[in-house]
């Protein structure tokens, strides 16, 4: 007997066949005669109904089965009475695989997120996460066939880094002399002694692929990366995480201009790829009791794919957002040149001022990281941030810096440590073309897409401060 996904079965619209699915019980009711059982086998965000008679020899044990009980249920696939269940099955064999008992935490009833964050190893059985977890999985797919397509090479950077390549600092330390801090070695003024380490220096879990990504960016023309990333950033809000994915496309003889094109396109694509490849799952997301998508979300996300993305310069944005009236909209943070701007300024340039997505360049270079490029105003570097309705910033980016003298020179007004940097300073010495590159945090998107608003919900394990319990 052939064993058919749920996925399948409805796709493909099989009917008049004996077929055998496997799954997971999602509910279970009873009749006199007979029992309806809603499994569902994780391929799709359909469940199918089987209905099981009270002729099974086993009738009585399967009727007492509680959801989450895994089950193999062989029968003829039919077409369904009800206008919803279009394909149901008539069970003739059912086999019990794993049974769960009144333990088992996650009932039918609603259950918060909250507490399915504490049972992440489970979390998945439930028909949200499922949803999430598989719109993760196309946008994933959508990534390296947007970037495959474009000519683009897959580039696996490292994990483990030398450098603070954004200089924030939020890095975490790598060290096999912490395994006995007592007996560990240390320098004359009582650090751990890193030269007597595993790599020999002191290490970290990396921050960003983009360095390495220029690397390679230098010989074959067009990379991306697609990776976890890690900040210790000691923060407990619903947009960070300890642990979390980058996508950094870097091009060779690029400017701005162009890499801001190429990140307006890749907007556009996760959007249209999950419309097209999730359409189930965005439909149940949105529909929610507790869904925090706005009601016209999904009409947002159209709105964003179909745009023309407006673009003014960050001096420009601070022009619009000063002659505010505050009468009419009120910010809790100052609107003055040089200082950054937070996602309610985003948020209003975006969805009230502009009403479609904006991309915004030339920042003050006092708030940007060392490697962009400075521009002839000595003031502003060759930096673009994206920002789209309904969450403010989902990609920033930025022209590199590809002039030696110019690099080392702001390297020092930044008071920066250039000897772990020698490699990449000789990307500048040898052979140095303009390049430009952009990075996305993976997560960001999801809870973009999804609508859902907690960056723990769009992860499969999630790493917070004091949470590494999976």
Not at 296 to 310: A, G, M, P, T
Request: net charge negative; aromatic share 10%; proline share 4%.
């Amino acid at each position: 007997m052939s064993r058919l996904k749920v996925k399948d079965i409805f796709q493909e619209n099989i009917v008049d066949v004996e077929a055998t699915v496997k799954g997971w019980i999602r509910s279970v009711r009873n009749s006199k005669k007979f029992s309806f059982i809603v499994l569902n086998d994780g391929s799709a965000q359909q469940s199918i109904q089987i209905i099981v008679d009270e002729v099974l020899p086993n009738y009585a044990e399967v009727a007492a089965l509680l959801s989450g009980s895994a089950v193999a249920i062989t029968g003829r696939l039919v077409k369904g009475g009800g206008k919803v269940q279009s394909i149901e099955m008539q069970a003739s064999l059912v086999e019990i695989i794993g049974k769960v008992d009144e333990t088992y935490p996650l009932q039918k009833k609603a259950t918060s997120l909250e507490f399915l964050r504490e049972q992440a190893h489970l979390r998945i059985r439930t028909n949200t996460f499922g949803a999430i977890m598989r719109v993760r999985h196309h946008l994933a797919m959508a990534t390296h066939e947007f970037f495959s397509k474009k000519g683009f090479f897959y580039l696996n950077s490292p994990i483990v880094s030398g450098v603070d390549a954004e200089g924030a600092g939020e890095m975490f330390t790598i060290s096999t002399l912490a395994n006995d801090i007592t007996k560990a070695p240390k320098t004359k003024d009582g650090k751990l002694d890193f030269s007597k380490d595993y790599f020999g220096k002191e290490t970290f879990l990396a921050v960003t692929g983009q360095l390495e990504g220029e690397c390679y960016a230098m010989g074959l023309g067009s990379i991306y990366t697609f990776g976890p990333t890690f900040r210790s950033e000691n923060s407990n809000t619903t947009r960070h995480l300890s642990e979390f994915w980058m996508i950094e496309p870097e091009v060779a003889f690029a400017d701005l201009d162009e890499i801001a094109g190429l990140a307006t396109d890749y907007i556009k694509y996760l959007i249209s790829y999950s419309l097209l490849h999730a359409a189930a799952e965005l439909e149940f997301l949105f529909a929610r009791e507790d869904s925090t998508a706005p009601k016209d979300h999904l009409e947002v996300l159209k709105h964003v794919r179909d745009s023309k993305f407006i673009r003014i310069t960050y001096t420009e944005a601070i022009e619009i957002l000063s002659k505010i009236d505050p009468a009419v909209k009120k910010f809790e943070y100052p609107t003055i040149w040089g200082h950054e701007l937070q996602t309610e300024h985003e948020r209003f340039l975006a969805e009230e001022h502009f009403k479609m997505p904006v991309i915004v360049t030339d920042y003050p270079k006092e708030f940007k990281a060392f490697y962009m490029k400075l521009n002839d105003d000595g003031k502003t570097v060759k930096a673009m941030d994206i920002l789209v309705p309904g969450i403010g910033e989902i990609i920033g980016g930025s022209q590199r810096e590809d002039n030696l003298e110019r690099l080392e020179k702001r390297m020092d007004e930044m008071n920066m440590n250039k000897d772990p940097l020698w490699w990449y300073l000789d990307l500048r010495r040898f052979g140095s073309v303009p390049h430009a590159g952009f990075g996305l945090g993976f997560e960001r998107a999801l809870m973009y897409i999804t609508g859902v608003n907690n960056i723990r919900d769009v992860i499969p394990f999630p790493r917070t401060p004091k949470n590494c319990d999976f």
